[in-house]
């Protein structure tokens, strides 16, 4: 077996709370195999906030140098062009240099799984406000990447897929306004949901995916009573979908379908997976249990992308006190997904 | 103590579950003190399904005649003006005379508790396209209470409230296409949902009810990045119920909101109840860990109404074997929310 690549896990915005958690999940031991992408004062600021003494931190050039870290130092790649001064920035204010830093370490990151340096990228939380304070015009690092990954050519069709030990949940729409969001659930928007969430969910080791897609509608819209969505375009998506051979069902009622998905030793989940129509319909079941243990995962990219389900706590950055639970459920994801491309015998979550 | 006046359990769709699980309750306990509001051959049938020997029914001619019912049967009030034949309909296929049925007993039900002869009424799931099929305009329950409320004037401004164990949410919007709740969800909707849910919980036992207000968009529309709904409306709603002495919060992202209400021994809510702008946002996580304690409250009526969140399972129709513990949850609500009606002393839930 051939030696396993590092992950890339980006700092995140410098003002939240994405460094210290990325401290935490190294001293917890969560992150071996990992190397950091991020600055070193911002890194050697969150190491004290974990630990009084600090945390030895270890700048190497390449992921591939992962192994010149001696033992307890974190290792940091440090891309090129990064603001000077940042650990001096505030913690919980919204700072266009933290946006421009924040960017910088996603394009360095993601330049080196795309170089075969590393086996996947893991990210840290980012202020979509810094991002726009630094001239950066993408909503979240959904769509940063996505286009990062078009090579100029035309982006690759994504998808944001949340998961946790109970349910899986692919979004046709994210960060759009509710209303927008309606307009963007068209035939082919839902077609091509159906597609990249069955491909991964295969990739992923379920052989034989059952996809249940909720309506947009209260009670799918009662048979037209309550909108048309459903009949005019989620239905005949699903159909197509059907027809090319994908196990998709519905739609269903969006308040009951993520009850028959979820999956525990006391409740067999009926579906493998569930794809809602807009963010809040899907991350709503995923976080009601609480945000530790949910991890984003983004389908679509030509590399293993994952994160952890929530955003950059500025209200508690600088404390101390931020849980690194759901970084290191992602950081494994990320290993499991990453492993399971070379392997193919990993399998997600229970299901058969 | 004065006698505790009894119960009104209308029957529901006679080809779905409705008259099952009424049965079911009875036999289990949970509808002491109940009188059902129905046609003596669609129980009879139902009570078949629950006993090979059935369950004895005692057709009495009001509910103040309770105690002539000999103990072990059940007591039922028949409304005038019942389509015949009634229990020859098929179960599982939606039927206008089955939709006409299921809208006199609700009226039948409405009556007898505003002349003072019910202490509150508890209904069983009706089915929209029956009562369409009828010629009855209503939507749901809901819609048709509020009109019966309205003595001919205006109707009563009301709102849908659910409850489980863990958690309370209460709707702005309902039965609407996604595109028309938007259009719904205005400041005065907003401010009345607050007005409605405030005095509802403190009549309910909580003394300083603690509010939070869930955002239309994702992340609460982003500070207007994803749509200024939070910006024009929601907030100077929420304003202005603070300025009348409302504790109401946010508006907060949808999707963390109900996590962080969600009120469990190892998870002490933040809120008392939840607002949501939508049908499924505030649905699904009421849902999401199963339906069986979900219990509809509406609020705003002039009398108590409570009902099971599930609806006809016309697929499970007539296999006895319906599961009536929402039923009984909401039997069990309607008599405490009535009882403190008197008394005053009732708490919701675990809130303090």
Redesign the interface.
């Known amino acids: 077996m051939m030696a396993r690549r590092p992950l890339l896990v980006t700092m995140g915005d410098a003002a939240g709370i994405g460094p210290e958690i990325v401290v935490r999940a190294f001293v917890e031991g969560a992150a071996k195999g990992c190397v950091v992408v991020g600055d070193p004062g911002v890194m050697q600021r969150a190491a004290a906030l974990v630990r009084p003494l600090g945390v030895p931190i270890a700048v190497i050039d390449s992921p591939g140098e992962i192994d010149l870290a001696p033992p307890g130092a974190l290792p940091l790649v440090v891309p090129s062009g990064l603001p000077p001064g940042l650990a001096a920035c505030r913690w919980g204010v919204v700072d266009a240099a933290c946006g421009a830093a924040a960017a910088r370490c996603i394009e360095h990151a993601a330049a080196g799984v795309r170089a075969g340096e590393a086996a996947a990228v893991v990210t840290a939380p980012i202020h979509?406000?810094a991002l726009?304070a630094a001239g950066i015009g993408y909503?979240g690092h959904t769509e940063m990447l996505q286009a990062l990954a078009a090579d100029g050519g035309p982006a690759p069709p994504v998808r944001m897929m949340l998961a946790n030990d109970e349910l899986r949940v692919v979004l046709v729409t994210?960060?759009?306004?509710?209303?927008?969001?309606?307009d963007a659930v068209t035939y082919d928007a839902v077609l091509q949901t159906l597609r990249i969430a069955d491909a991964a969910a295969r990739r992923f080791g379920v052989a034989a995916p059952r996809i249940a897609v909720a309506g947009?509608?209260?009670?799918a819209?009662?048979?037209g009573?309550?909108?048309?969505?459903e009949q005019r375009v989620i239905a005949p998506a699903v159909a197509a979908a059907c027809a090319e051979g994908i196990d998709a069902r519905g739609p269903f009622a969006?308040?009951?379908v993520?009850?028959r998905a979820?999956d525990t030793p006391s409740?067999r989940g009926e579906f493998d997976l569930v794809v809602a129509m807009?963010?809040?319909?899907g991350?709503?079941?995923v976080?009601?249990?609480?945000?530790e243990s949910g991890v984003n995962v983004t389908l679509g990219l030509p590399f293993v992308r994952t994160s952890p389900d929530h955003g950059t706590a500025f209200d508690i950055a600088g404390l101390g006190r931020a849980d690194a639970a759901s970084l290191s459920a992602a950081i494994r994801m990320a290993r499991r997904l990453a492993a399971e491309r070379a392997l193919e015998v990993i399998r997600l979550g229970r299901s058969p």
């Open positions: 979509k406000e726009a909503p994210i960060h759009l306004s509710l209303r927008r969001a309606i947009l509608n209260p009670h819209g009662e048979g009573l309550f909108g048309d969505e969006p308040d009951t993520f009850m979820r409740h807009t963010h809040d319909h991350l709503i079941p976080k009601y249990l609480g945000v």
